[in-house]
T-cell receptor
Framework: GQQVMQIPQYQHVQEGEDFTTYCNSS?????IQWYKQRPGGHPVFLIQ?????EVKKQKRLTFQFGEAKKNSSLHITATQTTDVGTYFC??????????FGSGTQLTVLP | GAGVSQSPSNKVTEKGKDVELRCDPI?????LYWYRQSLGQGLEFLIY????????KSGLPSDRFSAERTGGSVSTLTIQRTQQEDSAVYLC????????????FGSGTRLTIV
């Protein structure tokens, strides 16, 4: 079945440093979504990427979808303490439901 | 309602008992999903409902797990003869049927088997 791998599992950064998490799928995806889960909370939808090579920005967050539509990345510029949480990618392949990556837990040190 | 509502928010039950978890999706969302999240882990797909179509049960870990969705709205996930490894947060999500929409998750039910 479809597998979505995400690295790193954990990342500690100093406030103001940049952060990147990477997502790789075992199969070609029709689209990929990103979610953020704050500590003790539930996942919240951030964005969806559909096109090969697509790049989208939300303030300090930059999302990319690979040319082969099998990988994606989320980059945060100049992290803030409000960025703390776990970031999940979720890919949609042949199945209608999303397959979630294992997440990257981001800690931002003040 | 304004969001996805799940109940109870916490459930502690003895091993071997049956439990029922409820999900009330956003009105108008035809797709409903159940996922399970163990402590510090990712989201494990359990089951997917889409309108009146037969549900996709491919993620259910054993025949002790079942789910139904009545009238295309409220869904109930039932776990029979619970075991300690069933302890997790059970998350329900709903979405519009089209692929361009993200999931809206409920706050989850934290299930603890003692």
């Amino acid at each position: 079945g479809q597998q979505v791998m995400q690295i790193p599992q954990y990342q500690h950064v100093q406030e103001g440093e940049d952060f990147t998490t990477y997502c790789n799928s075992s199969t070609t995806l029709s689209n990929i979504q990103w979610y953020k889960q704050r500590p003790g909370g539930h996942p919240v939808f951030l964005i969806q990427l559909v096109k090969s090579g697509e790049v989208k920005k939300q303030k300090r967050l930059t999302f990319q979808f690979g040319e082969a539509k099998k990988n994606s990345s989320l980059h945060i510029t100049a992290t803030q303490t409000t960025d703390v949480g776990t970031y999940f990618c979720a890919g949609r392949g042949s199945a209608r439901q999303l397959t979630f990556g294992s997440g990257t837990q981001l800690t931002v040190l003040p | 309602g304004a969001g996805v509502s799940q109940s109870p928010s916490n459930k502690v039950t003895e091993k071997g008992k049956d439990v029922e978890l409820r999900c009330d999706p956003i009105s108008g969302h035809t797709a409903l999903y159940w996922y399970r999240q163990s402590l510090g882990q990712g989201l494990e797909f359990l089951i997917y409902f889409q309108g009146n179509s037969a549900p996709d049960k491919s993620g259910l870990p054993s025949d002790r797990f079942s789910a139904e969705r009545t009238g295309g709205s409220v869904s109930t996930l039932t776990i029979q003869r619970t075991q300690q490894e069933d302890s997790a947060v059970y998350l329900c999500a709903s979405s519009l049927v089209r692929d361009s929409y993200g999931y809206t998750f409920g706050s989850g039910t934290r299930l603890t088997i003692v």
